[in-house]
Nanobody
């Protein structure tokens, strides 16, 4: 099993920045993909960004390209989501997810491991 714990959410004004962290523990594997999803009230849980743990390759939803940056720290078993130029529409619960499949996917079903989520609130 893999345990994921998110942190770093909070309240920020539009145009501001936040950095989310996701600490992974438990079973580890050499090649997997770590992702961030978000879910606003009454909406589906949508893909935001992902990173290949082994290669560092990154993937982004069009809505966050150029504003969000996903990264990982192998020594700390932690993945980050730096969010800049935040907009009110970015407000959601952000979830960290992990997949032990080497094939990248944007679908929820592709990620068997999930954190509990962290709230991001953006005031206009």
């Amino acid at each position: 099993q893999v345990q994921l714990v998110e942190s770093g959410g909070g309240l920020v004004q539009a145009g501001g920045s936040l950095r989310l962290s996701c600490a992974a523990s438990g079973r580890t594997f050499r090649r997997y993909i770590m992702a961030w999803f978000r879910q606003a009230p009454g909406k589906e849980r949508d893909f935001v960004a992902a990173i290949s743990w082994s290669s560092g390759s990154t993937y982004y939803a069009d809505s966050v390209k150029g504003r969000f940056t996903v990264s990982r720290d192998k020594a700390k078993n932690t993945v980050y989501l730096q969010m800049d130029s935040l907009k009110p529409e970015d407000m959601a619960v952000y979830y960290c997810a992990a997949s032990d499949d080497v094939v990248f996917t944007t679908t929820r079903e592709g990620y068997p491991y999930w954190g509990q989520g962290t709230q991001v609130t953006v005031s206009s």
